[in-house]
């Protein structure tokens, strides 16, 4: 009976990662989880804990498999191993954090702010030392929950999750004990979140852009074709005339598929086809560095001028593990056949600019970290371009939008996203999805708040986080020197 709790408690988790509008399930999904952790010490309870991460791994990241089955060599059997191997290991994590989170808790009684600091504890550690894989965090479940959202201003997605993890235990509290009395806490707490959701934000809402946005639907396979890349020019040529009067335009990932620098060929016919657009332009390739003699390949992003003039470069800082590069490649290849040309990271500014505006580059998986807090001044938006055809049709389109509206809040900057085979659309600073589009390769224009203001979290990072962390680490080592303690006394006792 434990187990089938344990395993409804990661069902409900997931949800909001499909459905991110029944949000308010998440704050319900931990119950059936501490219901089952009720008197279990030892084993039990790392088993149940394990079992629920597992399943919030598997279904969170399911889409892992597409890019392993359609672009290596390996069978389905030998796919659907090293998945469930790599989430049984990962499951692991919330083991522990079970194990813990259930020695912390008083022993005769349940404390909602003891299980909201452990679980943000062990999400901080993650975030910021095992982010192997950056999904499923409880905090970004709430990108639709307007009020707790904007808790994102002042902590990040952490302190959502805190808020989210509080609520779920004292509702666990009220139902366990069932007495109306234990309401009152919670009350005051919704009363909390209800103010600081509504408070008045910072944002500068007298500077707007008109911006285009190109997304696209190319087939992964089809995409890199070579015969492919003269009716990618057309596309992005095309549409990008049909977007008049933008101040910007911003394309996908790797719009382009032919090296920009390298490729003078294509790199002609494009200028030629865009020569009449009369707007910035932003367009993406896989390029070497002009008079680079390694030849080394950067996933970059171009800004182009009026009339097809490069004017900067943008190299992704952070590539992708297995998707841009391969740590121990030769091993790699030898063992399933898989192979491909390492993209290299890049040292150039995130930063973006013109004589009226800038912004911050961020491609695609780099939407995933938190917005420095050492380039919080110097841009008015942020713009991530990105290729999510790899994934097949699958909840990570929905996660990566959600997220983006985390880095929305964070920063009180518009987020704008061009997608391939993703949802591409305009996200106000206040986290507000004013543009959403998906499964249409349609330009369209959006105009977008400029804000130049910063948040208590740009400025501050992971304070709280820090705080959260730090006191949950208190609360363990308080219990288990009281643990030692009474170790020693009964040893004592026992001797005499």
């Given amino acids: 009976m434990s187990s089938a709790l344990a395993i409804l408690a990661a069902i409900l988790y997931i949800i909001p990662y499909f459905k991110p509008d029944l949000f308010l399930i998440s704050f319900f999904s931990f119950l059936p989880l501490l219901f089952a952790l009720e008197g279990e010490e030892g084993k039990r309870t790392f088993f149940f804990g394990w079992l629920m991460g597992i399943g919030i791994l598997a279904g969170t ?3 892992l498999y597409f ?7 390996l069978s389905m059997s030998v796919v659907f191993l090293i998945l469930f191997t790599t989430i049984i290991i990962g499951g692991l994590y919330f083991g522990l954090w079970s194990l813990i989170h259930n020695f912390m808790q008083p022993k005769h009684s349940f404390s909602p702010f003891i299980f909201a600091f452990s679980w943000t504890g062990f999400e901080f550690i993650r975030y910021y030392w095992l982010n192997i894989y950056p999904f499923g965090y409880l905090g970004y479940s709430q990108f639709r929950n307007k009020w707790v959202l904007q808790f994102a201003s002042y902590g990040g997605v952490l302190l959502v999750s805190f808020v989210v993890a509080l609520v779920a235990g004292y509702l666990f509290k009220i139902i366990k004990k069932n007495s109306m009395k234990r309401m009152v806490p919670l009350l005051i707490l919704i009363l909390v979140i209800a103010i600081v959701g509504n408070l008045p934000s910072k944002v500068d809402g007298n500077n707007y852009l008109k911006v285009g946005i190109i997304p696209t639907e190319f087939n992964q396979e089809d995409k890199w074709r070579p015969e492919f890349v003269n009716q990618i020019v057309e596309k992005i040529g095309n549409a990008a005339d049909q977007l008049t009067g933008a101040d910007l335009i ?3 990932e790797t719009s382009l598929t032919f090296d920009l620098i390298k490729n003078e060929f294509y790199r002609e016919m494009f200028f030629n086809k865009i020569e009449k657009v009369d707007s910035y332009l932003v367009v993406g390739s896989r390029a070497i560095k002009d008079g680079d003699s390694d030849r080394k390949e950067y996933n970059s992003n171009f800004l182009l001028a009026p009339g097809g003039k490069v004017i900067d470069r943008y190299d992704k800082q952070k590539p992708l593990i297995f998707g841009e590069y391969i740590p121990f490649a030769n091993f790699v290849e030898r063992l399933t056949g898989y192979a491909i040309i390492p993209i290299f990271p890049g040292d150039s500014d995130l930063i973006f600019s013109t004589q009226r505006f800038s912004w911050l580059n961020l491609i695609c998986s ?6 420095s807090k050492k380039v919080a001044k110097n841009y008015q938006f942020i713009a991530n371009q990105s290729n999510e055809a790899w994934f097949g049709d699958a909840n990570l389109q929905i996660q990566m939008w959600g997220v983006s509206v985390f880095r929305a809040v964070e920063s009180r900057k518009s987020v704008v996203r061009a997608g391939n085979q993703a949802i591409s659309g305009y996200i106000s600073p206040l986290g507000n999805e004013i543009v959403m589009q998906q499964d249409n390769n349609s330009p369209f224009m959006v105009n977008i ?3 130049q203001k910063t948040t208590f979290y740009q400025r501050k990072g992971e304070l709280i986080g820090i705080i959260i962390t730090l006191l949950a680490l208190l609360i363990f080592i ?7 303690r009474k170790l020693l006394i009964n040893s004592a006792s026992g001797s005499m």
């Fill in 449 to 451: 708040i400029l804000n």
């Fill in 61 to 63: 990241g399911y889409w």
């Fill in 478 to 484: 308080i219990k288990f020197i009281l643990y030692l």
């Fill in 250 to 252: 911003i394309t996908p």
């Fill in 366 to 371: 780099e939407i995933l970290d938190p917005v």
């Fill in 67 to 73: 890019p392993l089955a359609d672009f290596s060599d």
